[in-house]
C-alpha cells in the first residue's frame, strides 16, 4: 500500500500569531499582510477621532511605520490588533494636540450598536425612512459631534471606541492601560455630558422616540 502523502509544510503567516512572528523577525512581507488585515479597522477608528478622511489615513500610515519600528517591542501581553489600537490612538492624539481639529458630524453614523446606556445618542444617528425624523436625527447628530468635539481626550476616545466601534470595556482598558472601572467612569461622564446638553437645548423630552 502507498504511503499516504505528507501534507505539505505550513507557510509562515497561516494565522496572526505566526505573521506577527515573523514580522518581529523581520520579514517584512508577513508586516505587509498584517497591514492588510487591519488597515480598515484602523482607518475608521482614527476617522472617529480625527473627523477628517486625509487625516486619517495619515495617522494609520504614521501607526504602520511606528508599528514596524517597535515590532520587537511586542511581547504579546494583548492581541496584535489592540497594540496597534493604542499605537493609533496615540497618533490622533498628537495630531489633535497639533491641530485642534473641530469633531464633524462625519464622524457620526449608524454604526452604533450598543443598546445599553446611550440610546438616545444611538438613535439621534439611525437611519429612519421618515424625512422629519430624519432632519430631527441630523440636528441632534450635530449637536452631538460638537459635544463630542469639546471633550477631554480621553473621554472622546472612549467614547468612540464603545459606541462607535463597538470595542468590548476590556479590550478598551487594556488598549490604554487602565482598569475597566476607570473605562466606565469615563464614558458615563461622556455620556452625561452630552445627555445634558441635549437636554438643554431640546428640555428634558428629546424628540427621538
Request: a neutral charge; glycine letters at 8%.
Amino acid at each position: 500500500m502507498a504511503d499516504d502523502p505528507v501534507p505539505p509544510p505550513r507557510e509562515a503567516g497561516d494565522t496572526s500569531d505566526e505573521l506577527v512572528e515573523a514580522a518581529r523577525a523581520g520579514d517584512q512581507t508577513a508586516f505587509g499582510r498584517l497591514v492588510e488585515m487591519h488597515q480598515r479597522p484602523l482607518t475608521r477608528l482614527t476617522h472617529r477621532l480625527l473627523g477628517d478622511r486625509d487625516d486619517a489615513d495619515g495617522a494609520v500610515q504614521d501607526t504602520f511605520i511606528k508599528a514596524w519600528t517597535n515590532i520587537r517591542t511586542f511581547r504579546g501581553e494583548c492581541r496584535f490588533g489592540t497594540w496597534l489600537a493604542r499605537i493609533a490612538v496615540n497618533q490622533c492624539r498628537d495630531r489633535l494636540q497639533r491641530k485642534r481639529l473641530v469633531v464633524t458630524e462625519r464622524q457620526l453614523g449608524p454604526e452604533s450598536r450598543d443598546g445599553k446606556g446611550a440610546s438616545v445618542l444611538e438613535r439621534a444617528v439611525d437611519p429612519s425612512p421618515d424625512p422629519e425624523e430624519r432632519a430631527v436625527g441630523a440636528e441632534i447628530a450635530r449637536k452631538i459631534a460638537e459635544q463630542i468635539g469639546g471633550l477631554p481626550d480621553m473621554q472622546r476616545e472612549v467614547f468612540a471606541l464603545r459606541y462607535y466601534e463597538d470595542r468590548p470595556l476590556a479590550e478598551i482598558a487594556a488598549l490604554f492601560g487602565v482598569n475597566v472601572g476607570t473605562v466606565k467612569t469615563h464614558l458615563f461622564r461622556a455620556t452625561q455630558r452630552i445627555r445634558r446638553a441635549l437636554e438643554a437645548f431640546y428640555g428634558p423630552r428629546l424628540p427621538v422616540s
